[in-house]
Structures are given as structure tokens and as C-alpha cells.
């Protein structure tokens, strides 16, 4: 027995491949974008609220203001991170 996949067939699931592999990239490039507020980073870092707002306020920190409030994007926080800095530069 012989099955024949009519030519169209096979360009829809083609084409439909293609859109799933852009949807999973623009996926992983949205997960990738991820911005906290001062409230936020101080619950993951531990550290106060006011001593949160201290860092964002800083000029050398990659934050930005955001309506009433600051943000910092993840990544540019880690990378601000993984360069030693002098404890008592807050």
C-alpha cells in the first residue's frame, strides 16, 4: 500500500512548522526581556526596600524610571553584578 501526500498537504504542515519555530523563538527572546522594580529585587536579594531604592538610584546602576517607579532589566542587573564593586559605594 502506497501513500501519496498531496503536494499541498505538505506545504500547509511546512509552512505551519515554520510558525511554530517563530513563535518558540519569540518566545525565548520575551522570556529573555524581563524587568523588576526596586520592590521586587529587594524580596529576591534580601535586601531592604530603601536600600533597593539606593541602588537604582545610582547613576552607574542600569535602571530607568518607569512611570512613578524604577526598573531594571534582569539581565543588565546580573551583568551590573558580575563585576566586583567596593561594599561601601551604596
Excluded: H
Aim: glycine share 2%; hydrophobic share 40%; net charge negative.
Amino acid at each position: 500500500m502506497e501513500v501519496v501526500i498531496n503536494e499541498d498537504l505538505k506545504k500547509q504542515v511546512d509552512e505551519m512548522k515554520d510558525i511554530l519555530d517563530l513563535i518558540e523563538k519569540t518566545r525565548l527572546k520575551a522570556d529573555a526581556l524581563r524587568f523588576i522594580t526596586t520592590r521586587e529585587f529587594a524580596e529576591l536579594s534580601g535586601w531592604s526596600e530603601p536600600t533597593a531604592q539606593k541602588l537604582f538610584n545610582r547613576d552607574d546602576f542600569p535602571s530607568c524610571d518607569f512611570g512613578k517607579e524604577k526598573i531594571a532589566e534582569l539581565s543588565a542587573v546580573i551583568q551590573y553584578f558580575s563585576v566586583p564593586r567596593r561594599k561601601n559605594a551604596l
